[in-house]
């Protein structure tokens, strides 16, 4: 997924999400990272600049949660119209990470614990942007309402 920097016109975030669904082989990045790239560098063709930034640590027990990260990740401009939200799911827990014109706040991630949770990794994850009545939904080949 690629989210562009508030305030910016040439930088730009990747973020990536790498899981061993299977069990049987790990990446070498496994989990959920992001990478900065600079668009004018390289002659205009682009570089990354920064990365890989491993989000998968959880920021109060400091556990890294790499291997049990899940594909589940979506982005939703904010309700200032200058910041992104990333969402991410592992477990029982969402993740959400603030992108502003200073980047991307990893030092304050909200946390939220739900009593719903997934074997699957697989899938992806769905956020109503506007209505507070309608929770994330969880996909894969099915919904799963939260609630």
């Not at 890989?52 to 109060?60: E, G, H, R, T």
């Not at 200032?80 to 969402?94: G, R």
């Not at 990470?97 to 909200?110: A, E, L, P, Q, R």
Request: glycine letters at 8%.
């Amino acid at each position: 997924m690629i989210i562009p920097k508030p305030g910016s016109i040439s930088i730009y975030y990747l973020f990536t999400i790498s899981t061993d669904f299977t069990g049987s082989s790990r990446t070498s990045y496994p989990g959920f990272n992001y990478y900065t790239i600079d668009m004018n560098r390289n002659s205009g063709f682009s570089e990354i600049t920064d990365g890989p930034i491993n989000l998968a640590i959880d920021p109060i027990t400091g556990i890294d949660k790499g291997a049990d990260w899940s594909e589940k990740v979506a982005a939703v401009k904010g309700s200032e119209c200058n910041i992104f939200w990333v969402l991410s799911f592992v477990e029982d827990t969402f993740y959400s990470y603030k992108i502003t014109d200073t980047g991307i706040n990893i030092s304050d991630v909200v946390i939220s614990n739900i009593s719903f949770s997934t074997s699957d990794k697989r899938g992806y994850l769905q956020v109503s942007p506007a209505d507070k009545s309608k929770p994330p939904i969880l996909k894969k080949g099915h919904f799963s309402l939260l609630k």
